[in-house]
Nanobody, 125 residues
Framework: QVKLVESGGGLVEAGGSLRLSCADSGRTFSTYGMGWFRQAPGKEREFVAAVNWNGGSTHYADSVKGRFAVSRDSAKITMYLQMIGLKPEDTAVYYC??????????????????WGQGTQVTVSS
């Protein structure tokens, strides 16, 4: 079964750090472009970060540039989002997604064909 599973969310104080993981349980997405989006209460889902299929290219939303880092392990089974300097406005449900085989860095939601269930990140002030 095609499945992406996020983990690593939680409650953290402003200025703190978290690392999110996105596991490809079916080992389906090793050649797919992948990315992270987030959705805060009452807001639309927004792009956060993306990595291309081989991990060699990344792209970030301006709001997280310099604070977040996206990566994937050598086997391309797990994608990570390292978050430092967290702010209350980073509070949201974070979703990982996969685009297509040999995909580039996808920054538009419509480019993604598969999604995980999301993990909650809450940053207190």
């Amino acid at each position: 079964q095609v499945k992406l599973v996020e983990s690593g969310g939680g409650l953290v104080e402003a200025g703190g750090s978290l690392r999110l993981s996105c596991a490809d349980s079916g080992r389906t997405f090793s050649t797919y472009g992948m990315g992270w989006f987030r959705q805060a209460p009452g807001k639309e889902r927004e792009f956060v970060a993306a990595v291309n299929w081989n991990g060699g290219s990344t792209h970030y939303a301006d709001s997280v540039k310099g604070r977040f880092a996206v990566s994937r392990d050598s086997a391309k089974i797990t994608m990570y989002l390292q978050m430092i300097g967290l702010k209350p406005e980073d509070t949201a449900v974070y979703y990982c997604g996969a685009t297509r085989p040999f995909g580039g860095v996808g920054i538009r939601e419509y480019e993604y064909n598969y999604w995980g269930q999301g993990t909650q990140v809450t940053v207190s002030s």
